[in-house]
Nanobody, 130 residues
């Protein structure tokens, strides 16, 4: 069993930065890949980025490449999402999910597959506005 708690959201001006954290509890956390997803008001949940259990592999959605960086510290049971050059369209609730790397990345092909992912946090709100 893995429990996930996101933090680090808030209000930021366009062009600003935030770092989100996904803190996990449970002995098996290091065995899971972790992904970040987001859901804007009135829109479907969408994939943002994923990192393998070891941190050696990462995958990003095109619209966040060069701006967002995913990383993890298994000693601290935490995955991070560093978000730079934020835009108003990045406004959303951001969620982390734990599952296999393949299943996380699969959501970029079958968008609705996110509902099948094993573990989810409750989300943290990011608002980008002047």
């Amino acid at each position: 069993q893995v429990q996930l708690v996101e933090s680090g959201g808030g209000l930021v001006q366009p062009g600003g930065s935030l770092r989100l954290s996904c803190a996990a509890s449970g002995r098996s956390f290091a065995n899971y890949a972790v992904g970040w997803f987001r859901q804007a008001q009135g829109k479907e949940r969408e994939f943002v980025a994923a990192i393998s259990w070891s941190g050696s592999s990462t995958y990003y959605e095109d619209y966040v490449k060069e701006r967002f960086t995913i990383s993890r510290d298994n000693a601290k049971n935490t995955v991070y999402l560093q978000m730079n050059s934020l835009k108003p369209e990045d406004t959303a609730v951001y969620y982390c999910a734990a599952d296999s790397f393949v299943r996380l990345v699969h959501t970029t092909v079958v968008a609705s597959a996110w509902v099948e992912l094993e573990y989810w946090g409750k989300g943290t709100l990011v608002t980008v506005s002047s």
